[in-house]
């Protein structure tokens, strides 16, 4: 069993394939409350590459270069596919501090969160993220 970015077991957190299944974790989502506080990614972070933006979901990259940090942000429930094995602190905004460290190929689940990532890594950190959009009218 993996666990999520709060290193808390989540039932039924498994490796999937690509995309296919991340689509099908983001539609059972949906239906989950979200909220958070800090700022949205897109607006801390210039240059987000957003990949679909629609009333369900948001699909970006995340990238952040060795030894680069993004800033405090907030995502609402999200699902992260890692393109490339990474370590980075988290910081949350009580100022706890934990390791997250992933192999490529993963998929995982977060609730809303906000936090700053810093990357310890020697290699760039990119992600895929799917945002589960709160009152999304998904169809």
Known sequence: ??????????????????????MVL??????????STAQDRALVVPGMKVLLNNDCV??????VGVGQTAPMH??????????????????LKDGTQRISEHKAGEAY????????????????IHNLIVEIKPGGKCQ
Not at 74 to 91: E, N
Request: glycine fraction near 6%.
């Open 109 to 124: 689940w977060n609730p809303p969160i906000s936090h700053s990532v810093k990357n310890l890594g020697k290699t760039p």
């Open 74 to 91: 907030s995502h609402p429930a999200y699902v992260v596919y890692t393109l490339a094995p990474f370590k980075a602190l988290i910081t």
């Open 26 to 35: 983001a539609c059972f989502a949906g239906m989950l409350p979200s909220a």
């Open 1 to 22: 069993m993996f666990k999520n970015e709060t290193k808390q077991p989540v039932q039924g957190e498994m490796m999937i394939k690509p995309f296919r299944g991340m």
């Open 58 to 63: 948001r699909v970006q990259y995340h990238d």
